[in-house]
């Protein structure tokens, strides 16, 4: 009875054992299959989170900024005895409102009134149009061109500081051979950005000896050069600016051509022409590059002016450029999705004892305006008006939009 009751007490044992290592093993393979689940889910999640979104931003481009004695006579405030230049860019400034960064061409000097200010052929304009400009949206300005030493060294120097005080970055002119070596980068929204820009030369007026730095003048090794050192940071985006070509001819001409090609060769996203007075031909380009990959190249061969007194044939035309550009999340490739403009006309209503009669028009908002009935610019006006658009499209060319999906995209 004895051993009976031993045997029993063993099977009644091993019976709870198989049971226990039976729960064990099935809770523990349940367990298991439970994380290997949240851990592939975790994973996709991780997945996800590290591929970023597409990154898009709007850039705006304006032309050359000059300022006559007819702009800054206009501009005088007799009771302040100040300059205000803000009502010459009131129809317009809606344009720049929406953009991630702003950019135009200063082609003035503020070397202080102390100097006096002046006119054509040597630049010296009223420090407080470069507060007029920031207020408007501008947040680069390029200063290399052909008037930058027009107050010699030292009043190039007071541009910079005028613009520094206003909160304008710059590029192309500098105080210090070490400012000299620092280049123009942003992050805008997540795109590296580099602004580099160069000019034909100086209206013949020396760059000082020893100063040798201080004005970025267009030559193949020094782009080269600077090109290699922005790479070496890690940009998404090289833009060049150019104060080159022909005054008043409305078609580059071949060493414009020539220097869009090498710049584009080199690793050049966008490249914006200034100098001629006048529009010139705008063009997306796909650049193949030496391994073999492709990209987007853009390039205006000429803005004209967005501010002067002048009166040339075509030199009161321009536009505002809108160039929306795309970071793709998982390659960081660039594209340059479309590039859409605003015709603008710098209109000059000369009335004797007139003043504020400088003013830049949207043209197509004015040609719709006297349409539906507010004729105040006069029959004449309008039919410059409607003469310009069309000069405008036939020089400029065709916007750039966004590509249309085919019909027969995602079907198999």
């Known amino acids: 009875m004895k051993k009976l009751f031993i045997v029993c007490i063993l099977i009644l044992a091993f019976t709870f054992g198989v049971f226990v290592g039976y729960y064990r093993f099935n809770t523990t393979s349940n367990i298991v299959e439970i994380a290997n689940i949240n851990n592939e889910n975790q994973s996709e999640d991780i997945v996800e989170k590290i591929i970023p979104e597409d990154i898009t931003i709007n850039m705006t481009v304006a032309g050359d900024i000059l300022c006559h004695n007819t702009n800054f006579w206009d501009a005088y405030v007799a009771e302040l005895d100040d300059y205000d230049f803000s009502y010459s860019f009131e129809d317009i400034k809606k344009y720049f409102d929406n953009a991630d ?15 006096g200010y002046t006119n054509y052929p040597l630049f010296n304009s009223p420090e407080h149009l470069a507060t007029d400009l920031k207020e408007l949206g501008i947040d680069i300005l390029g200063t290399a061109n052909n008037h930058c030493l027009d107050k010699g060294f030292s009043g190039m120097v007071s541009t910079l500081e005028e613009l520094d005080k206003a909160g304008i970055d710059h590029m192309g002119t500098y105080a210090t051979e070490e400012d000299s070596k620092e280049y123009l980068i942003k992050d805008v929204k997540g795109i590296k950005m580099a602004f580099l820009t160069y000019t034909y030369g100086t209206n013949g007026i020396p760059i000082p000896t020893g100063k040798e730095f201080s004005v970025n003048i267009t030559d193949k090794e020094k ?15 090289i833009c060049v600016n150019m104060h080159w070509g022909d005054e ?13 090609d ?30 073999g990959t492709t990209k987007d190249g853009f390039i205006i061969y000429s803005l004209g002016n967005f501010m002067s007194g002048q009166k040339h044939e075509n030199s009161r035309q321009s536009v505002i450029l809108d160039i929306q550009l795309t970071k793709n999340g998982e390659t960081n490739k660039i594209s340059v999705d479309s590039v859409t403009y605003t015709p603008i006309y710098m209109y000059n209503f000369y009335q004797r004892g007139v003043l504020q009669r400088f003013k830049i028009m949207d043209i197509e908002a004015e040609i719709e305006k006297y349409e539906s009935g ?35 995209e995602g079907e198999e």
Do not use: W
């Open 374 to 408: 507010d004729t105040s610019i006069g029959a004449s006006m309008y039919q410059t008006l409607k003469n310009e658009l069309v000069n405008v499209y036939e020089v400029v060319g065709e916007e750039i939009l966004p590509e249309k999906i085919s019909k027969e």
């Open 223 to 237: 782009i080269l050069a600077d090109l290699e050192n922005v790479k070496k940071e890690n940009v998404d985006v």
């Open 262 to 291: 090498f710049l584009f060769e080199n690793g050049v996203d966008l490249i914006l022409g200034s100098h001629t007075h006048c529009l010139e031909p705008m063009e997306k380009r796909t650049i193949t590059m030496e391994d």
């Open 101 to 115: 960064v702003a950019i135009g061409v200063l082609e003035t000097n503020f070397a202080g009134r102390d100097i």
């Open 248 to 260: 008043y001819s409305l078609k580059p001409n071949s060493n414009q051509k020539d220097l869009a």
